[in-house]
């Protein structure tokens, strides 16, 4: 199965916006998932916060799927990818919540997701339709 093909960015200000939009996807993804474990310490007392973490969730996804299709990955890879990047996002933070430089680590392994479709855009589709032929 092939995910698609990179459309590589048609000038150095293309590209800067494209990486800006992929670093600001992973920066906004876990500023989405601190929202979201804040409403769960108040999700006994107000009934409809589990679908509100829900849609914060659910957003947080889009935007680093709608950042990785602007960077030139594929949809299907912008999908993979970005799920797999919320995911691990989501669990960093969730066990680093209450520790003292929770967010900070949680950054740190945002700005490691991020460094692939930064830096070899080409090789992570490679890898990403690797593994898709794979399954």
């Known amino acids: 199965m092939d995910l698609g093909s990179y459309a590589a960015p048609s000038s150095s200000l293309v590209s800067a916006v494209e990486m800006t939009a992929v670093l600001l996807g992973h920066g906004l993804c876990v500023h989405f998932q601190s929202v979201a474990l804040r409403l769960r310490g108040r999700q006994p007392a107000v009934w409809w916060l589990s ?18 299709i602007v960077r030139g990955l594929p949809a ?60």
């Open 51 to 68: 679908a509100a973490r829900d849609g914060i969730n659910l957003g947080s996804l889009m935007v680093l799927v709608l950042a990785l």
């Open 76 to 135: 299907p890879a912008a999908i993979l990818l970005g799920g797999s990047s919320a995911a691990v996002l989501l669990l960093t933070r969730s066990a680093t919540w209450r520790m003292h430089g929770g967010l900070a680590t949680t950054l740190l392994v945002a700005a490691g997701l991020a460094v692939p479709p930064l830096l070899a855009p080409e090789r992570t589709l490679a890898i990403l339709n690797g593994l898709a032929a794979v399954f």
